[in-house]
Each structure stands twice: as structure tokens, then as C-alpha cells.
């Protein structure tokens, strides 16, 4: 079993800066892919960034150029860097990550309680 730990969610100003922190524990497991969604009410789960193990990465159009997501494999956390944010990055926002567990050839997500983001004047 895995446990995702979230951290950093608050009340913000535009074009203010917060950072988004999710600590995965367990044993024997592995992390093949960490990333960000999140939802706003009345709207739809939606990908706001995602790390492979090769640091690849990938953005939403909507938050490419403000966010920036990172990775400390030897902590097993991932960042998400926000920074100009605008009101309409106000949502919940959920932390994934993607493991295998040792010896084993399935992978298994997992998700976060999630952390509110508000962003408002």
C-alpha cells in the first residue's frame, strides 16, 4: 500500500505564487509517473501536469509558462511550482502517482486527499 501526503494548498492573490508538495510512502514499491489534476465544481478532473521517471513532462495549455513541476526521486515527492496564478486556477487539487510494486510487472495509481487552491482578490 502506498500513501500520498499533500501539502501547500491556501488562499492566494492573483498573480501570486504558491508550491504544491505530495510525499508518496510505502514499501517496495517504485514511481513510474507523478503529476497534478485537478477539478473546480460543476467541472471534470483535468491534467494539469505530469513527471515520468525520465523527467519527462507535460503541461496543460492553460497553465503551461506559469507552472513548473519537479521531482526528488530520493524523497519520492513532487512540486508543483505555481506562480502568476489567475482566479481561474482556483480548484482542488489532487496529487497521482503511478507505481509498480517491487518484483511485479503491474502498475497501480494512486491519489491524493487532495489541496484546496484558491485564487482571489
Known amino acids: 500500500q502506498v500513501q500520498l501526503a499533500e501539502s501547500g494548498g491556501g488562499l492566494v492573490q492573483p498573480g501570486g505564487s504558491l508550491r504544491l508538495s505530495c510525499e508518496a510512502s510505502?514499501?517496495?514499491?517504485?514511481?513510474?509517473?507523478m503529476g497534478w489534476y485537478r477539478q473546480a465544481p460543476g467541472k471534470q478532473r483535468e491534467l494539469v501536469a505530469m513527471i515520468i521517471s525520465g523527467r519527462s513532462t507535460n503541461y496543460a495549455d492553460s497553465v503551461r509558462g506559469r507552472f513548473t513541476i519537479s521531482r526528488d526521486n530520493a524523497k519520492n515527492t513532487v512540486y508543483l511550482q505555481m506562480n502568476s496564478l489567475k482566479p481561474e486556477d482556483t480548484a482542488v487539487y489532487y496529487c497521482n502517482v503511478v507505481t509498480k510494486v517491487t518484483g511485479q510487472s503491474t502498475i497501480r495509481p494512486y491519489w491524493g486527499q487532495g489541496t484546496q487552491v484558491t485564487v482571489s482578490s
Open positions: 510505502g514499501s517496495r514499491f517504485s514511481i513510474n509517473a
